[in-house]
């Protein structure tokens, strides 16, 4: 029995991942920053959302806000370029 299941990706879906997924990493820098300086790969990612202090408030509230949107775009781009091909498969 075959099924004729559309291949393609919900872009508010993947954008709402991204954004989740975005911001969740973000803190998890910013606590891991904060409690245990681990080293320049949390600080850098840190600094792309952000150019105040890593470890102020500051830092974890305008990276956070950034981090979401750029999550949010991120996975509508995913899903976009993901659906695109579709296209040329049902022709």
């Given amino acids: 029995m075959a099924t004729d299941v559309d291949p393609q990706i919900g872009v508010l879906r993947l954008s709402l991942t991204g954004a989740i997924a975005a911001g969740l990493f973000y803190v998890l820098c910013w606590v891991g920053a904060l409690i245990l300086p681990i080293g320049p790969a949390s600080h850098m990612y840190l600094q792309l959302f952000t150019s105040a202090e890593i470890t102020s408030t500051t830092a974890l509230a305008q990276g956070l806000c950034w ?25």
């Fill in 67 to 91: 981090s979401i949107v750029f999550g949010l775009i991120a996975g509508a781009l995913v899903a976009y370029v993901y659906n695109l091909p579709g296209a040329l498969e049902r022709r």
